[in-house]
């Protein structure tokens, strides 16, 4: 079994590595699909923003939305301002799943901002242009989307007086919320740095982790469970060889369109794995699709049986088919799996492509066998660059830029940031896991997925959930008040 | 009189604002001119940089100069980089002037790295055409000049090791020691941050306390020397109004050209002033100039007569042009006085131009009177755009951004840095003064001018500027110390 993997992986790792078709960094967040869970109110406002913060030629701008509620400011003593650094996508989603800030924002009397990031949602710098082509899409950087939260902090703070401004974020929002905080922090007094892989970087990261966090999960759900995702691949790639065979994974699989190869489905099927364990909430929720309560954990049940001679291959299938079920028809609304629905052509989607290209070159790779649960699949920077140039030519990746921009793991210097992780999350593998310093804290939530800290007061949460929400109360608390100490100082 | 000056000095201030060729932005130091006072041995050697780092769409790269002296280093034991980051001009002229950093290499058993700075000396990213427009100048900036420095940092511990780097720079090279330990401290494990006025910003300082510095040394020196240069620019102007006096100008001040208008005379005698306290060293030197000890006395007492009728004024100005061959003549070597040799069309001198004409918005002003010896000139933001947008059609100055960008006056955040400054200096006018912290710390170097502590040791330095050399060694061993301190524990 492990030489036939292994044989085929390779085969599949030439195909995934090699076509650029099927070159798909794994963003941290697929787009929203559906729904958002909760819905608060905001007025929707637009900031001016220079296209490019560091060159000096050009005088194009471009109007930045953010999400702005005053309801619970506490004008006359100065609240703070609460400001979500938005991720790579509509901000409205974000803000409508990051029930915590709106949750304690009342108790600290708090002004509420969700920035949306350029390039994503309606922040198009150059509308239905901006993804034309390289020169439109170079101003879709960390370090510009940065200074656009620093130039928009400096003019709510014009308007709203020199309040303290706490950064918050998840993700790629949890990464720039560090960040603005390590690079700026004039304009931030911390940073709530949430599920943020700030080290899923080369050098920095052991790129086989995240899977191996995910696989780890599945096997203490069910042993059987790993076994048979870890057979699975092999199935499904030795009967995806023939005409037949594609013929009869479209109809267990009940697939919309007849599929044309295995590696279609083999990384749907992989992004679903991943996504599941980034969402295994404790309570149903409708992050990315609407799931049930550890939704890895009720797949995983559905797989759990033993197959054990070729003539049950099929019936590993049919249980796969069942079970990835949980993931897209939870609610029962879909009459067939749409694989293309996953891998969408929205300008979010192509937006994190474009920066996974060029500098969030954040690996992510398999070793299969006993490590994990999936087909062996390599990551390298020469296959990186080179996939990264078919699928942008001209582009000119820069895989170790964000290691040396923003410091590495050398990190002790900066101050104030509580790096929170779920531990069952994936992307925990790209995370501060230790306490740096006395105010570079790391938290790790048990049985806790991507973010969940994040998410809005459930009855369902967690003792470990609310001890990390808890400990951020804590440090906004420390923050503001060594904000207003020093400004009494003055 | 006042009313006289103040007349003639807002027709000054029309011209100087509104004359986009007589935009004079102070840079904060001129080009050298002459030899260089030491000599010390250095490889020369060069590393690829891309010319963007903050843009992934081209693939152009160039070649920075760097200068590398590893006799000193202690291979072993792992000694740490001495790196100088190098200020607006040709890094061979720094190296020759920063004794400082030679003289205490050998006691740290340092490597020492003398960096360029781009679009300076010989580093030209494109040749003879890096000044040709707009689009060639555009990646002239600070910040790209910090990347530069920290990849190249990154190459050299590729070569020599994980070893301490302590960053060093006198004036804007002070700046940007001191940036790149707030961008990059894992770096940089501190810096010597000498005479940089990071604070010489629009809304951050009084444009006219560097005048004002300069006058109060002079009146120091001679209460006439004050009266008779604040004279001398009302008797300028007015006898610059015929050509008769303008002849008489050309011959009194021994002008190689005959003079076209008194501005060009006015312009250089301001420039010099400032030159001579920047340079106003207790010893000779040859830094911009050849001088003598304490140049700015010097010259001073050579106008401590006293002129009291208008009679005198011819007087005035003939002491005046004697006073200036202390300047430009110290050594006997000018047989005439060339006025366009100070403002020369040198790539250095327009680097500096554009750079002021787009972030480094530095504001120098005068008031006149009773508040220093100058004519009274305003600078105001919408005359700097305005002159900027002459002098470079279709530029985009943002005098803001350096504010915003390297946060301000607010930097307690950061640490590991000496901010030395001489209180003779002018550039003290937009330094750090006081300790911030117990790691951001303030000297003051009395009876000290432009990066004294730089200089290498001379038998005539003060007590204050020994004690300045000596704070500055405690912390670098304290930063040494820490970092190995730290690479132990891992």
């Not at 940073?191 to 995240?210: E, H, N, R, T, Y």
């Not at 009967?239 to 599929?259: K, V």
């Not at 649960?373 to 820069?398: E, L």
Request: with cysteine; proline share 5%.
């Amino acid at each position: 079994m492990a030489t036939r993997i292994s044989s085929f992986s390779l085969f599949l790792f030439i195909l995934v590595s090699y076509t650029s078709g099927l070159l798909n960094p794994r963003s941290l967040k697929n787009l929203p699909r559906g729904n958002s869970e909760s819905s608060y109110e905001y007025q929707t406002l637009y900031f001016k923003q220079p296209i490019d913060h560091f060159n000096f030629e050009s005088n194009v701008t471009f109007s930045q939305r953010y999400l702005l509620n005053d309801a619970f400011w506490d004008k006359d003593n100065g609240g703070p301002i609460f400001f979500y650094c938005g991720n790579e996508g509509d901000i409205t989603w974000f803000a409508n799943n990051t029930g915590f800030v709106w949750d304690i924002a009342p108790e600290f009397k708090a002004l509420v901002v969700f920035a949306e990031h350029r390039y994503y949602g309606n922040t198009l710098p150059f509308g239905a242009e901006s993804y034309a082509n390289l020169s439109t899409l170079g101003y879709l950087t960390s370090e510009q989307a940065l200074a656009d939260f620093v130039l928009l902090i400096n003019d709510l703070k014009g308007k709203y007086g020199d309040v303290p401004v706490v950064a918050f974020g998840g993700s790629y929002g949890g990464m720039l919320s560090a960040w603005i905080r390590m690079k700026y922090p004039s304009v931030v007094v911390g940073s709530i740095a949430a599920s943020a892989p700030i080290w899923q970087f080369p050098g920095l990261c052991d790129c086989g982790k995240a899977n191996e966090i995910i696989s780890s999960t599945m096997s203490q759900y069910s042993t059987n469970c790993y076994n048979n995702v870890l057979s699975s691949w092999d199935i499904i790639n030795k009967t995806g060889t023939t005409s037949g065979g594609l013929s009869l994974l479209s109809t267990t699989f009940s697939l919309c369109q007849p599929l044309k190869d295995s590696l279609t489905l083999m990384s749907w099927l992989q992004d679903v794995w991943f996504n599941l364990a980034m969402m295994n909430y404790p309570y149903p929720a409708n992050f990315m699709e609407p799931l049930p309560a550890w939704p890895l954990n009720v797949t995983c049940q559905k797989l759990s049986q033993t197959f054990t001679t070729e003539d049950d291959d099929i019936k590993l299938l049919q249980a796969l088919s069942t079970a990835m079920q949980v993931y897209y028809n939870y609610s029962g609304q879909s009459s067939c799996l749409d694989l293309n629905k996953e891998s969408s052509t929205d300008l979010g989607a192509k937006g994190w492509s474009y920066q996974y290209c060029t500098e969030m070159a954040m690996p992510m790779c398999s070793k299969g066998g006993d490590n994990d649960a999936f087909p062996k699949q390599q990551w390298t920077v020469n296959n990186y660059v080179k996939n990264c140039q078919d699928s942008f030519p001209g582009i000119q990746p820069r895989p170790y830029w964000i290691e040396k921009v923003y410091n590495g793991k050398n990190i002790s210097a900066f101050s104030n940031i509580v790096f929170s992780n779920g531990d069952l999350d994936p992307w925990s593998a790209g995370v501060v896991l230790d306490n740096i310093s006395d105010s570079l804290i790391a938290v790790i939530i048990n049985d806790g997925a991507h973010h969940l800290d994040l998410r809005e007061a459930n009855p369902m949460d967690t003792d470990s959930v609310k001890a990390a929400r808890n400990i951020h109360k804590d440090n906004i608390n420390k923050w503001i008040g060594g904000y207003k100490k020093m400004a009494e100082a003055y």
